[in-house]
């Protein structure tokens, strides 16, 4: 009984460090503007992370539908770049804003204990413009 204690608990623990999905923002430009003279709102940088059994079986996941909140998603894969991109339309609402520039994304997975687990992030960041008058 001690063994699936320890189990639990470890599988509890790494829910908790996972980052899950994570949206971060920055307005501080000092009037600087774009190349074509564009007004930037703001950066955001969007994070999904989550952990993988042998690289296949999904664990425990960010939920895109709470950014920035402690709520994961367990056996499922949302680590893809169409979520990154339904947070981000979320945050250009937010913002009152159809434009985007500079929009990148990367993927990146790091393994761990020889190849059993297998942390995956999806990155995006873009900047938000001011609508045209």
């Known amino acids: 009984m001690m063994k699936y204690k320890k189990i639990i608990s470890a599988f509890l623990m790494l829910a908790f460090v996972t980052g899950c999905m994570t949206t ?3 307005s501080v430009y000092n009037d600087v503007k774009m190349e074509d003279g564009e007004n930037p709102l703001c950066t955001i940088q969007i994070e999904n992370t989550g952990w993988f059994l042998f690289d296949v079986i999904p664990l425990v996941c960010g939920d895109p539908r709470f950014p920035n909140d402690w709520s994961c998603r367990f ?6 770049l169409e979520n990154n ?6 945050e250009m609402d937010k913002y009152k ?3 985007i520039a500079n929009v990148n ?6 393994f761990y204990f020889c190849f059993l687990l297998f942390r995956r992030a999806c990155l995006t960041s873009a900047v938000l413009l001011e609508e045209k008058k």
């Open 24 to 26: 971060r923002t920055s």
């Open 75 to 80: 056996f499922t894969n949302t680590i893809t």
């Open 85 to 90: 991109l339904k947070v981000l339309e979320k």
């Open 97 to 99: 804003t159809t434009r």
């Open 105 to 110: 994304s990367l993927n990146k997975d790091n």
